[in-house]
């Protein structure tokens, strides 16, 4: 368990809390791309570590992040025209464009320099696999955005969605690490569940190591003699999950305040176009127009007893997600973890935890967090993966030698093989 000290420094977010600050040091999903569809579309609020934001779409369809309020009177920017490249405020015509420079101010004299020595808070922004990321910390910090194989993929391999979180993003990060969960709250009857490996065969090896990019979880089991299934998963700092399912999958957990956040999903496919139709979601409609789930803590999930009896474990319909949340919502915004009792089984939360305190008491130290890349020559990540194959043998280091603990490392068993 966590002290009520170390709980705290965890999930507070805002500006000027340690990993509020953390947090912001990295690229960290905001919108997905639907969300401003075009043009000259429509602004959209956003709410993210506690700080309220407008996106908003300009005319060459450049992405602008900027602080909701106008910097003149404070009047929201949600309600303002988005055209001719720039956002203009309805009360007085002030116009900003996606950096934030103050392009007109209407209501000065003729010839007045006032708006050249303005700038409105504003933030980088950088789409890829459908989503929108910023960049929220120091300007003289900024890293390039990691080049991740989903990054680079055509829009028919990647499928994005997000939906609303009632409690803080540490518990959805810490549901990511719990394997065991997934004997029970994921279950169905009847032989309908496709997992049939992971519920048949125990775990016979579980590792957990650090690595440059935060920590890698591989699972592996011996469903015959001379064979082992290898599940790999991965946690990328700063709480991006990469988890294996039947596409590779990438679950973001991004604070909205200290006690809710967004979860967005990144399905991929590496060798071709993505199936959608075999994903969770297409399974039965699960959010709403403002992403909020229809299945939600307010009305208990819509949870059916009788199906919990004959159809799945939870009665909560078919989408993980649903059954994640309820899992991770009813502790409550903020969970008190002086108040748990861990076992065995929770070695990788653990071992999260754990991490995240180091990564967090270096930086507050002034130390540099990590996997944080500042040139592209240094831009690769062929380390970082998350997957579940069946080998010969139980060597997987072996079957899988990408997996090193470093970019360096991978390049060096590159160059080794070359």
């Known amino acids: 368990m966590l002290t009520q ?39 959209v609020q956003v709410r993210i570590l506690g700080e309220d934001l407008v996106g908003f779409r300009d005319s060459a369809g450049r992405v602008g992040l900027l602080e909701e309020h106008c910097a003149h009177r404070g009047t929201s920017l949600f309600y303002g025209r988005n055209e001719e490249h720039g956002l203009r405020c309805v ?3 002030w116009k900003y464009d996606v950096h934030g420079t103050v392009l007109e101010t209407p209501a000065e004299p003729a010839g007045s320099t006032f708006k050249d020595r303005l700038r409105h808070p504003a933030y980088p922004t950088h789409e890829a696999a459908g989503i929108i990321f910023a960049y929220m910390g120091p300007r003289n910090r900024q890293p390039v955005f990691p080049n991740y194989v989903w990054s680079r993929l055509s829009p028919d391999q990647t499928l994005a969605t997000k939906s609303y979180q009632d409690c803080s993003y540490l518990q959805g990060v810490e549901g990511e690490c719990d394997s065991t969960h997934l004997t029970y709250l994921h279950r169905f009857f009847n032989g309908r569940d496709p997992r049939g490996i992971l519920l048949e065969h125990p775990v016979s090896e579980y590792t957990i190591e650090e690595t440059d990019f935060g920590l890698r979880l591989v699972a592996v089991r011996q469903p015959e003699p001379g064979a082992a299934y290898v599940r790999v998963s991965s946690i990328v700092l700063p709480t991006d999950c990469w988890i294996p399912g039947a596409t590779k999958s990438v679950h973001f957990y991004v604070p909205v305040d200290d006690g809710a956040s967004w979860r967005f999903n990144l399905n991929f496919r590496e060798d071709g176009p993505l199936d959608k139709s075999r994903l969770s979601g297409a399974i039965e409609p699960w959010y709403g127009p403002d992403y909020r789930k229809l299945r939600n803590i307010h009305n208990h999930y819509l949870i059916d007893r009788e199906k919990q009896k004959t159809e799945n474990f939870t009665g909560l319909g078919l989408n993980f997600i649903i059954h994640d949340a309820m899992a991770t919502e009813t502790m409550g915004p903020i969970f008190d973890r002086s108040r748990e009792h861990l076992g065995v089984s929770d070695k990788a939360v653990i071992a999260m935890r754990r991490y995240l305190l180091d990564v967090l008491d270096a930086f507050q130290n002034g130390g540099e967090p990590p996997n944080l890349v500042y040139a592209e020559s240094d831009n690769t990540y062929q380390h970082v993966d998350t ?26 068993v590159a160059a080794a093989r070359a």
């Open 91 to 93: 009360y007085h015509g």
């Open 387 to 412: 997957f579940g194959e069946t080998i010969a043998g139980t060597n997987w280091r072996a079957a899988f030698p990408h997996l090193t603990r470093s970019r360096r490392e991978t390049g060096a």
């Open 5 to 43: 000290a170390q709980n705290e420094l965890l999930t507070r977010t805002s500006r000027g809390a340690p990993m509020g600050e953390f947090f912001r040091r990295y690229w960290i999903p905001v919108l997905l791309s639907e969300q401003l569809p075009e043009p000259d579309c429509a602004p």
